[in-house]
T-cell receptor
Framework: AQSVAQPEDQVNVAEGNPLTVKCTYS??????LFWYVQYPNRGLQFLLK??????LVKGSYGFEAEFNKSQTSFHLKKPSALVSDSALYFC???????????????FGKGTHLIIQP | GAVVSQHPSWVICKSGTSVKIECRSL??????MFWYRQFPKQSLMLMAT?????????EQGVEKDKFLINHASLTLSTLTVTSAHPEDSSFYIC????????????FGDGTRLSIL
């Protein structure tokens, strides 16, 4: 079975400061990891993914995430937060061994990121 | 690229009505489409996985006769909520993916369904 934990319901950061949104995962094989962002009454927008290779992954809107296999983490980061980054962020995982085809992802519960002016 | 269109965005209807939601991949062929349900302030719950030309695979606890899914082409999947009741009110989101598991899913903007 695969699972994702986002330990923080909400993260508050002042504009211009660095931000981190935490994510840990559990899979039996190698993980495919994703971050998505959701704005109110909208679907999810893909930010970045880790499949293999460099542990530091860069994505859309200046976001990046670091894959840490020993800590089974994939925290989302940004060096300087913008007010427009305020949204709901989801971490998702799929086990490499979960079968052929694009099986459904397992999502974390989401973290509300609030950037204060 | 990788745009997914979901329609309608908002539906309000009477109890007992059936409602159809469409999910289209506009600029790529989606071998697999997914349907999720999201309750307020909660995460996405996978309802079913839909592969073009075959029957959908439903997650445990999801009534297949209640939530009919059709994936007739590589660019279109539909979810029909049959005989909808107030407890079916929710935010429904579709996503589409190319065949490989490491490809990201691309999401529609969701459909807010309100049953009176």
């Amino acid at each position: 079975a695969q699972s994702v934990a986002q330990p923080e319901d909400q993260v508050n950061v002042a504009e211009g400061n660095p931000l981190t949104v935490k994510c840990t995962y559990s899979v039996s094989g190698n993980p495919y990891l994703f971050w998505y962002v959701q704005y109110p009454n909208r679907g999810l927008q893909f930010l970045l993914k880790y499949i293999t290779g460099d542990n530091l992954v860069k994505g859309s809107y200046g976001f990046e995430a670091e894959f840490n296999k020993s800590q089974t983490s994939f925290h989302l980061k940004k060096p300087s937060a913008l007010v427009s980054d305020s949204a709901l962020y989801f971490c998702a995982v799929r086990d490499e061994n979960s079968g052929g085809g694009a099986d459904g992802l397992t999502f974390g519960k989401g973290t509300h990121l609030i950037i204060q002016p | 690229g990788a745009v997914v269109s979901q329609h309608p965005s908002w539906v309000i209807c009477k109890s007992g009505t059936s409602v159809k939601i469409e999910c289209r991949s506009l600029d790529f062929q989606a071998t697999t489409m997914f349907w999720y349900r999201q309750f307020p302030k909660q995460s996405l719950m996978l309802m079913a996985t839909s592969n073009e030309g075959s029957k959908a695979t439903y997650e445990q606890g999801v009534e297949k006769d209640k939530f009919l899914i059709n994936h007739a082409s590589l660019t279109l999947s539909t979810l029909t909520v049959t005989s909808a009741h107030p407890e079916d009110s929710s935010f429904y989101i579709c996503s589409a993916s190319r065949s490989q598991g490491y490809q990201p899913q691309h999401f529609g903007d969701g459909t807010r369904l309100s049953i009176l």
